[in-house]
């Protein structure tokens, strides 16, 4: 079971911190987002150490993933937020090594229900 929380509206330039509290095997750690008639599209994802980390070329150099294991929670921080990143945020665990697959969404094992994150221009 994955609980994400954190969402909400702020402007663009802005900064929100997602959070997701995850139960079971979490190998790998990812967070994926679904603007409103668009596909789910990959963000960022963690390994189980900490020390691999893979972003979406559309959020790199503004959005940090991190996980704390001892509280089994992942974050995204998102800094310099734009319009363009309203969307619904889910968190996603996987009890594997992914290799390859890290980045695709049908990977993964559990899924959150989803935080709205809104950016106004």
Known sequence: QLVES???LVQAGGSL???CVASGRTYALAWF???PNQEREFVATISWSGITRYYADSVKGRFTISRENAK???????????AEDTAVYY???AARYLGVEI???GAYDYWGQGTQVTVSS
Do not use: E
Not at 72 to 82: D, F, I, S
């Open 17 to 19: 911190t997602l959070s």
């Open 103 to 105: 980045k695709t969404a």
């Open 6 to 8: 954190g969402g909400g």
């Open 91 to 93: 968190c996603a665990s």
């Open 72 to 82: 089994k929670t992942v974050y995204l921080q998102m800094n310099r937020l734009k």
């Open 33 to 35: 987002r679904q603007a």
